[in-house]
């Protein structure tokens, strides 16, 4: 039920082949530039990668498509082959049930199976300037008939210096074309060339998202995906939450999350495609005012949120586009403020962990789940600090009259104080931890050893990055082997903390402790060994100096630590 893409318009084949890709409702961009194409306009849209600019012109041209022409209708330039093979390849999913003819045409690619393709009939072609000019000149391009160009990253193409073959090109169309230009800066080069080559344009500026996501500390876990839900809630039980933004691909994903985590003592609201506009509202509305603090949400749903404070961003999935992961964790660490990031990362989503990493230029830093003991220890906690809040905070009287009458019927004031605690743990009871294989999951080894704990996830023979090898798996893994005293890491230094299991430090604390006092962001912190006594954590060579400066001053659950490098 695509009904807002309907709304558009659109042929019921594209609506459908949109909703087949998960396509919830128009993107701003698409809601403006569909409406206007379809009716003939000629169209600028300042508009980057990552807005659903291509969608926006893919579906008008599409849907205005006349079955069995033998010449081509419609033409996309594009500055890169890398970008003209991403239109072809979205303009044939969303042309699959129209079955349109696309092709896409860039140098370095045979010209025979082109030319081919091109006399059996083509419908779009998609095809960067200089491979276009090859094939008009070749006299097996011909474009008289083409009703719709589209001029994208046009600004690219210019810098590239490709402007006198867009001229040229342009020449070969006819003169009442309509013509379309996506750019996402508008320079007075691009001004000119609409001047001249568009008629009467409309302006759609579409403003890019500001993401910084140098203020969010990015973490991640290897998490079956059978455990997926286990994980979050074991994490729910750790993380300083005041509110959260947990990001699920689908619109029925979200709401079965939402139910499971209600069902497990974790309210939490839904935000997604089938709610009205006004239960939308109702929905933030909570959310902004602090009644909600759990939301799950799809990537449409959440667009456009502009929410101040959310101080954590879950990904119950990895988006299947790197460009949304940034946008998804941009909702937290706004305003200068900082957040933290969570993936959960099922083996067969390393792919699109890759994706990530390569746009971020930096590996995620994967952490290790808590454990049961870890989550009893972190309530009891908890628990302890509420106690003491109120112990020195006072204002109590009620409650004293209360314990007063106990005490006068002779009962013993630790009784009283434990049978107190009791009630007050009642909640947690009622929250059992949930269990999950808390073996280490595999995303290395060989196919051949590979066993039944990975529970029919998608086999792959991924290379770990080092910065990934963390956490509990590799604890176990190096337990009888010694860590080195020194860092295997390229540009990384080992240094030693005088604290360790014993005094029940976690991954987390290390991350923290380092980040916060040493002011490095945590992202940056490499490989970290737990021992009975000691830890051994990897930092990059030049933030080294800044650790070892605060040893002593350095605190882990209010303990000083003495940093040194190993040895
Ligand atoms: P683009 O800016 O065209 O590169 O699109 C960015 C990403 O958004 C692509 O992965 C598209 O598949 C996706 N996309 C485009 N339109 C929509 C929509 N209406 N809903 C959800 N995703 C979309």
Redesign the pocket.
């Known amino acids: 039920m695509t009904t807002e893409?309907a709304l558009l318009n659109l042929h019921p084949q594209l609506v459908q082949a949109?909703n087949d890709?998960?396509?919830?409702?128009?993107?701003p961009i698409?809601s403006a530039v569909i409406p206007l194409m379809l009716a003939g306009h000629d169209v600028i849209g300042q508009?980057?990668?990552?807005?659903?600019?291509?969608?926006?012109f893919a579906l008008p041209i599409l849907n205005n498509l006349e079955p069995n022409q033998p010449h081509v209708q419609a033409l996309v330039l594009t500055p890169t082959r890398e970008l003209a093979l991403?239109v072809a390849e979205?303009m044939i999913s969303y042309g699959t049930l129209s079955k349109a003819r696309v092709l896409a045409v860039y140098g370095g690619q045979a010209y025979g199976p082109q030319i081919y393709q091109l006399r059996q009939g083509v419908d779009v072609v998609v095809g960067t300037p200089g491979r276009l000019m090859d094939l008009i000149h070749r006299g097996v391009l011909n474009l008289s008939a083409v009703r719709t160009v589209v001029l994208d990253e046009a600004d690219e193409m210019l810098s590239m210096g490709f402007v006198e073959d867009i001229e040229l090109i342009l020449a070969e169309t006819p003169a009442e074309r309509q013509t379309a230009l996506f750019s996402a800066t508008m320079p007075a080069e691009i001004r000119a060339l609409a001047n001249t080559y568009m008629k009467d344009p409309c302006t759609i500026a579409i403003k890019a998202e500001q993401v910084t996501v140098d203020t969010i500390e990015q973490r991640a876990y290897w998490v079956r995906r059978d455990d997926k839900i286990a994980a979050l809630t074991r994490l729910f039980e750790t993380e300083e939450i005041t509110s959260a933004l947990i990001f699920a691909r689908t619109r029925i994903g979200t709401s079965e999350l939402a139910t499971a985590l209600a069902a497990r003592n974790f309210p939490a609201e839904v935000l997604n495609g089938d709610l009205s506009q006004d239960a939308r509202e109702h929905t933030l509305n909570r959310f902004r005012q602090g009644k909600t603090t759990v939301l799950v949400a799809t990537?449409?749903a959440a667009r456009g949120l502009d929410i101040e404070g959310i101080s954590h961003v879950f990904n119950f999935d990895l988006p299947?586009?790197a460009?949304?992961y940034v946008h998804r964790i941009g909702r937290t660490g706004r305003a200068g403020r900082s957040g933290v990031a969570i993936s959960l990362v099922a083996p067969s989503e390393k792919h699109r962990l890759r994706q990530i990493e390569a746009l971020l230029y930096r590996k995620l830093t994967f952490a290790t789940l808590p454990t049961e003991a870890e989550i009893m220890q972190a309530r009891e906690d908890r628990l302890a600090k509420q106690v003491l809040m109120w112990l020195q905070r006072g204002r109590c009287k009620q409650e004293r009259a209360i314990i007063d009458r106990f005490a006068a019927e002779g009962y013993d004031p630790i009784d009283i104080a434990t049978a107190a605690l009791k009630l007050a743990r009642l909640e947690d009871k009622q929250r059992p931890i949930m269990p999950m294989d808390e073996t280490p999951v595999m995303v290395d080894r060989p196919r051949a050893e590979r066993g039944r704990s990975d529970r029919g996830e998608r086999p792959e023979r991924p290379e770990r990055p080092a910065a990934q090898k963390f956490g509990r798996a590799l604890e176990r893994a190096e337990a009888g082997s010694r860590w080195a005293a020194v860092s295997h890491e390229e540009g990384m230094v080992r240094l030693s903390l005088n604290t360790g299991r014993q005094a029940g430090i976690r991954v987390n604390d290390v991350v923290g402790a380092i980040a916060a006092h040493a002011n490095i962001p945590g992202r940056v912190i490499g490989k970290i060994s737990i021992q009975d006594r000691f830890t051994l954590v990897d930092v990059p060579e030049e933030f080294a100096g800044q650790v070892l400066a605060q040893s002593g001053d350095l605190r882990i659950r209010k303990q000083a630590i003495a940093v040194q490098r190993a040895q």
């Open positions: 893409f949109v890709r998960g396509y919830e409702a128009p993107m698409q508009a980057q990668t990552g807005t659903g600019k291509t969608a926006a991403q979205a990537d449409v299947e586009d460009e949304v």
